[in-house]
């Protein structure tokens, strides 16, 4: 067997990297009443360190293409406003409802590829998304008299900018942008952007408080380690699916630790929006 194609080692790893992903929403949430923005700059600045290093031991420039550079602005910018969305979500909703929401990426990012990268979606494709969408809903419970909307709908956006962020991944992939580039990008626009802000509403922090940040820093660089392994042991069509668990590690932890249980309406859209992903990636799979 070719030892950079084995299925079972990448399911491992993806398994691990939705376990390590989940942490980290875990120990934001045990960091506290903290600004999210001050949270997200945290865990931004350990990337940031991460990124470096690995550019320096790959012996990759920090440079790109001008023509490069409109792109790699927008995935900063998405990829900022979902990262923010996300933490906010997490430390206003249950631990699984946040996750859920921000597994939206994948089928936001269908939506711009047909809307900006004119490529072709099927009817089938769209069907699973509007699937996707309805699950979410049942998430969301879209009313009035729910009094956490707000959170839910900040959650959605932070699938949202993923989803953006992801699609300009894409793009900069297939110009050739190396990995380490877009996330060193990425970590050091967030950065800048993100010092303001927790200057004019920084907070001082607890140890303890520190401690589950940079925590949540080293689980993000873990998740990032272990999917960057997954993909390179089995192709994304054969294994993406199995990011889909870190939903169930999620509820795990949100029971262990906090005692939150979902209700059956929204663990109804988690069983949806997961099938959904199913159907796509068995969908997918055979088009392929």
């Known amino acids: 067997m070719n030892p950079m194609h084995n299925k079972q080692l990448g399911v491992l790893y993806i398994l691990c990297s939705g376990f390590f992903f989940a942490s980290v929403m875990l120990f934001v949430k045990l960091a506290g009443p903290l600004p999210t923005m001050q949270k997200a700059l945290f865990r931004n ?51 699984s409802d946040a996750t859920i929401l921000n597994k939206l990426a994948p089928f936001f990012v269908i939506i711009f590829s047909l809307v900006f990268l004119k490529e072709k979606v099927t009817f089938v494709q769209m069907l699973l998304v509007f699937g996707a969408f309805l699950g979410a ?44 580039v877009i996330v060193a990008f990425f970590s050091l626009f967030s950065t800048m952007i993100l010092i ?19 925590l949540a820093g ?13 993909y390179a042991y089995a192709p994304a069509k054969e294994i993406s699916v199995y990011d889909y668990t870190q939903i169930l590690f999620a509820s795990l932890l949100s029971i262990f630790f906090f005692s939150e249980y979902p209700d059956a309406t929204s663990i109804g859209g988690y069983i949806i929006v997961t099938g959904m992903a199913i159907l796509m990636y068995v969908y997918t799979k055979r088009k392929a």
């Open 45 to 95: 600045i350990i990337a940031l360190g991460i990124a470096f290093i690995i550019l320096r031991k790959t012996k990759t420039p920090f440079t790109w293409k001008r023509q490069d550079f409109p792109i790699l602005f927008l995935r900063g910018l998405a990829g900022t406003i979902g990262l923010v969305a996300n933490f906010y979500a997490v430390d206003h909703l249950i631990l």
């Open 137 to 180: 809903s049942l998430v969301v419970k879209p009313t009035f008299s729910n009094t956490e909307l707000f959170p839910y709908l900040i959650g959605i956006l932070g699938g949202l900018g993923a989803g953006a962020a992801y699609t300009c991944v894409r793009v900069l992939g297939n110009r050739m942008v190396p990995a380490p």
């Open 196 to 214: 303001p802000f927790v200057i004019v509403e920084h907070q001082s922090m607890q140890a303890s408080q520190i401690l589950f940040l940079l």
């Open 218 to 230: 080293i689980s993000a660089a873990g998740g990032q380690f272990c999917i960057t392994k997954a």
